[in-house]
């Protein structure tokens, strides 16, 4: 059983930084894609960034330039660095992760969420 722990949420002013981590353990035979959406009250989960098991990235323009994520493949662990953040990325933040953990069964799973606060 594969299962997501994720960290580094929290309240934080505009303009300022946070981190979050998100790990992946269990039976993972090969990871592919990570990464993060995030879901305000009232809206639906939306895409933040995702990297590829080969270090491709995406990001949603909202974050382009702020926002950084980056994977540590040998911990089968993601990043996201976000910087001069906006009240409108307050946000639940949830990490995705999608692999194998067996040679043809795959899986994809979310994170619990973490909560990301911005006040203005």
């Known amino acids: 059983q594969v299962q997501l722990a994720e960290s580094g949420g929290g309240l934080v002013q505009a303009g300022e930084s946070l981190t979050l981590s998100c790990a992946a353990s269990g039976k993972i035979v090969s990871m592919n894609t990570m990464g993060w959406y995030r879901q305000a009250p009232g809206k639906q989960r939306e895409l933040v960034a995702t990297?590829?098991?080969?270090?491709?990235?995406n990001y949603a323009d909202s974050v382009k330039g702020r926002f950084t994520i980056s994977r540590d493949n040998a911990k089968n662990s993601v990043y996201l660095q976000m910087n001069s953040l906006k009240p409108e990325d307050t946000a639940a933040y949830y990490c995705?992760?999608?692999?194998?953990?067996?040679?043809?069964?795959?899986?994809?799973?979310w994170g619990q969420g973490t909560q990301v606060t911005v006040s203005s």
């Open positions: 990297m590829s098991n080969t270090g491709s990235a």
């Open positions: 995705r992760a999608e692999g194998y953990y067996s040679t043809y069964n795959s899986f994809g799973l």
